[in-house]
């Protein structure tokens, strides 16, 4: 079952520019974790950010969660072509299993 | 570190034949998760293993699904009867459970079905 939803499903920007994706999600965690997958291929650990984290960095990527409002949002600054690819937000489950519960992904493509 | 690497990374079958999809996780980790992905979806558990034990299937995997841990090195994932819904991407990934980074998984390139 999906966690929740990404917003947009798909987004077109040029090349320098900012893209920003939101993330929604149903239950209470522990924390929110982001990955990009190019195309086909697998997924790549971006961020993690925990429940008690309003914000994140890591180089171009700006991580924001909002427990209150059940949502996360990932902002890529200053675009490159190579940053298109699906980014999904995935959340762990609160049993042991700590499996992923996964929201629908955001497909960016930057154009040069 | 070479990363969690998964075998094939396509395969393409004929519905009703058996496929065997083969899973090396990172070496230290002892969790270890198959995932599968259709077009346009994001991931959906399957299995997971702790060390060598399966402790938890998905409803999703049906009877003619089967996955092994022997050791609590490698998995393999085995399909039987394959049908034509079984085409999808299948992502394996892996964790270190009790670590700093304990949530965080790791996924190899994932094997990609194909059943005509």
């Known amino acids: 079952s999906q966690q929740g939803e990404e917003d947009p499903q798909a987004l077109s920007i040029q090349e320098g520019e900012n893209a920003t994706m939101n993330c929604s999600y149903k239950?209470?965690?522990?924390?929110l974790q982001w990955y990009r997958q190019n195309s086909g291929r697998g997924l790549v650990h971006l961020i993690l950010?925990?429940?008690n984290e309003r914000e994140k960095h890591s180089g171009r990527l700006r991580v924001t969660l909002d427990t209150s409002k059940k949502s996360s949002s990932l902002l890529i600054t200053a675009s490159r072509a190579a940053d298109t690819a699906s980014y999904f937000c995935?959340?762990?489950?609160?049993?042991?299993?700590?499996?992923?519960?996964w929201g629908l992904g955001t497909s960016l493509a930057v154009n040069p | 570190d070479t990363g969690v690497s998964q075998d094939p990374r396509h395969k393409i079958t004929k519905r009703g034949q058996n496929v065997t999809f083969r899973c090396d996780p990172i070496?230290?980790?002892?969790?270890l998760y198959w995932y599968r992905q259709t077009l346009g979806q994001g991931p959906e558990f399957l299995t997971y293993?702790?060390?060598?034990?399966?402790?938890?299937k998905s409803r999703l995997l049906s009877d003619r699904f089967s996955a092994e841990r022997p050791k609590g090195s490698f998995s393999t994932l085995e399909i039987q009867r394959t049908e034509q819904g079984d085409s999808a991407m299948y992502l394996c990934?892996?964790?270190?459970?009790?670590?700093?980074?304990?949530?965080?998984?790791?996924f190899g390139p994932g094997t990609r079905l194909t059943v005509l």
């Open positions: 950010i925990r429940s």
């Open positions: 239950t209470s965690i522990n924390n």
């Open positions: 990934a892996s964790s270190l459970d009790g670590g700093p980074r304990t949530d965080t998984q790791y």
């Open positions: 070496s230290e980790h002892n969790r």
């Open positions: 995935a959340t762990p489950n609160a049993g042991n299993n700590r499996k992923l519960i």
């Open positions: 293993f702790q060390n060598e034990a399966q402790l938890e």
